[in-house]
Structure formats: structure tokens, C-alpha cells
């Protein structure tokens, strides 16, 4: 198995770190031949604006959209939730497009308003985890076959549509590595195994 780390900008080394904590290969994607032979994809925190950028001057942005679209499992982190979103509310971003989601961005302030809490994810686990959020957005809106993993005071933090996990906060930043083995558990492995279907615990 081998998980492709979005490298163009942000914490893509902390999800490197995860990923050799778990013993799963992870590959760092910074050009679109990095894309072959991938079983997932993770899109990390940083500044969308940025990263959509650079990812339509090396052609990242097309040919990641097309990887997602085949059903690649895809967890965006942040920046990485905001890419996938179809629809942003308030400074708007070039985005992949690809989830049914309404996305508003630095939702929670500047980064000195950055903060943690815990909270129980729906799947991931029954135990409250640590949530770090830094300059975060959160969902506005899902659309039909989106599922709300997790709320904090009453704004969607955590979805899940098919192949896509989308993630307000920074999990890769806690040292708990919760949200990156149900990622691969049930979402890689289960997909490479059902051709298409997620199975939850």
C-alpha cells in the first residue's frame, strides 16, 4: 500500500510522520507522475489559495480531480477539506470540486484564534479526541449522501461522502493516530478489497 501526501505547501511532513508510525509506505506528491500506483491520497493543512495555485501550474489540479473522481480514498485535512469542497462561501478559492460540501474558510478567525478541544468522531471513535483547529473552516452545508461525522458548537467539523474524508482540524498534529488507520482501514483497504464499498467498524 502506498499513500500519496500532497507536497506542494502546508504540514505534509507531520502526515508522513503518521503514515511511518502506522508502518504504511506514504509517497510525497509533488508532480503528477507521483500519482501512479497510489491507494490513497491525503491533502494536508496549509493555504488553499496557495496550494490550487501551484497544483494548476505543474497540472496536479486536473489530474488529482480525475484520481478522486475514479474513486481514490482521499482525506483532506484544513486546506485539504476546502480543496474538495464544490462551494465556498466567503473568499473565494479554486477548488477540486469534487464533495458535495459548503465550505466557509478561516471560519474560527486569524491563527491567533487557533484552539483545541475533543470530541467523539462518528466511526473513527467513541472516545472524545483532541482536535487541534489552526485558521480552520468548517462545513456550512452538506449535500444529499454526506454524512456528518462530527459537530463542535454546532458547526459540521468531520464528513464523510463515499471516497472522501473531510476534516476540519489537523489530526496529524496530536499524536493520536485515530483518524489516519480508520482512513486506511476502512476506506483503503476495504475499497481495495469491495471495489468501491467503505465498510464501517
Do not use: W
Amino acid at each position: 500500500m502506498i499513500i500519496g501526501v500532497l507536497a506542494i505547501q502546508g504540514a505534509f511532513r507531520e502526515h508522513m510522520d503518521v503514515l511511518y508510525r502506522l508502518h504504511v509506505q506514504g509517497r510525497l506528491i509533488k508532480k503528477v507522475s507521483d500519482l501512479e500506483g497510489i491507494d490513497g491520497i491525503i491533502l494536508p493543512g496549509g493555504e488553499s489559495t496557495a496550494m490550487a495555485k501551484q497544483m494548476k501550474e505543474n497540472g496536479l489540479f486536473e489530474a488529482l480531480q480525475s484520481k478522486i473522481n475514479q474513486e481514490c480514498p482521499v482525506m483532506g485535512t484544513c486546506a485539504g477539506l476546502i480543496l474538495l469542497s464544490k462551494e465556498i462561501t466567503n473568499q473565494p478559492v479554486s477548488t477540486l470540486g469534487v464533495m458535495d460540501i459548503r465550505v466557509k474558510r478561516n471560519a474560527y478567525g486569524r491563527q491567533l484564534d487557533s484552539f483545541a478541544t475533543i470530541a467523539p468522531i462518528k466511526y473513527i471513535s467513541e472516545q472524545p479526541l483532541e482536535l487541534v483547529f489552526i485558521r480552520a473552516p468548517y462545513i456550512e452545508e452538506v449535500g444529499k449522501g454526506v454524512e456528518v461525522l462530527c459537530e463542535v458548537d454546532g458547526h459540521i467539523v468531520v464528513a464523510l461522502q463515499n471516497n472522501m474524508l473531510a476534516l476540519a482540524f489537523h489530526p496529524e498534529l496530536t499524536g493520536i493516530d485515530a483518524v489516519h488507520a480508520y482512513f486506511i482501514e476502512h476506506m483503503i483497504k476495504k475499497e481495495r478489497i469491495d471495489h468501491g464499498s467503505i465498510s464501517h467498524p
